[in-house]
T-cell receptor, first 116, second 116 residues
Framework: AQKVTQAQTEISVVEKEDVTLDCVYE???????LFWYKQPPSGELVFLIR??????QNEISGRYSWNFQKSTSSFNFTITASQVVDSAVYFC?????????????FGQGTTLQVKP | ETGVTQTPRHLVMGMTNKKSLKCEQH?????MYWYKQSAKKPLELMFV???????ENNSVPSRFSPECPNSSHLFLHLHTLQPEDSALYLC???????????????FGPGTRLTVL
């Protein structure tokens, strides 16, 4: 079975704090892809990052960084020096299997509130 | 227009009405998706179209009927819906020869549907 778990339902921080959003996934496939999306109040999901199962290098993009650890089946997302504009719902998603039709399995999402 | 657009943005309908949701992608992609986002559930994939052919139908009730006349347009026809069908309906597109697991999906802003 494939599953994504985002145990943190809501997180509230004060601006400039660092915050880490957790994501744990389950799959039996050896080839899979992990994604993070941001959903601001406007509704549309904004693509942030994609990682494949063969690349465990961590990635940094500005204030965003991602820690992929196959040993713990985790793909955590850290925002450094958070800003009010980071307030949104963040989704971790999994896509697996070579014959996959593009199906994304989403976690429940983590609502991040950054207070000024 | 750029990206993925959806119309209408908001829709209120009675259980006996027939309505349609429209999605258009301006990205030159060849795969399109319908997702349902309810308040207390993770995003659920409903339908996948690749090269205008339906490749996945995720056990969706027949009161939802998709249509993909070309690779740029996707419709979701609604009839005799139930109040529990009230949700945010998101359209997405991706670039792939066949809808596959490694291509990120780009989402539209969604249609907020309320069934009375």
């Amino acid at each position: 079975a494939q599953k994504v778990t985002q145990a943190q339902t809501e997180i509230s921080v004060v601006e400039k704090e660092d915050v880490t959003l957790d994501c744990v996934y389950e799959t039996r496939d050896t080839t899979y892809y992990l994604f993070w999306y941001k959903q601001p109040p406007s509704g549309e999901l904004v693509f942030l990052i994609r990682r494949n199962s063969f690349d465990e290098q961590n990635e940094i993009s500005g204030r965003y960084s991602w820690n992929f650890q196959k040993s713990t089946s985790s793909f955590n997302f850290t925002i450094t020096a958070s800003q009010v504009v980071d307030s949104a719902v963040y989704f971790c998603a999994l896509s697996a299997g070579s014959s996959n039709t593009g199906k994304l399995i989403f976690g429940q999402g983590t609502t991040l509130q950054v207070k000024p | 227009e750029t990206g993925v657009t959806q119309t209408p943005r908001h829709l209120v309908m009675g259980m006996t009405n027939k309505k349609s949701l429209k999605c258009e992608q301006h990205l030159g992609h060849n795969a399109m998706y319908w997702y349902k986002q309810s308040a207390k559930k993770p995003l659920e994939l409903m339908f996948v179209y690749s090269l205008e052919e339906r490749v996945e139908n995720n056990s969706v009730p027949s009161r939802f009927s998709p249509e993909c006349p070309n690779s740029s347009h996707l419709f979701l026809h609604l009839h005799t819906l139930q109040p529990e069908d009230s949700a945010l309906y998101l359209c997405a597109s991706s670039q792939a020869r066949l809808a596959s697991s490694y291509n990120e999906q780009f989402f539209g802003p969604g249609t907020r549907l309320t069934v009375l």
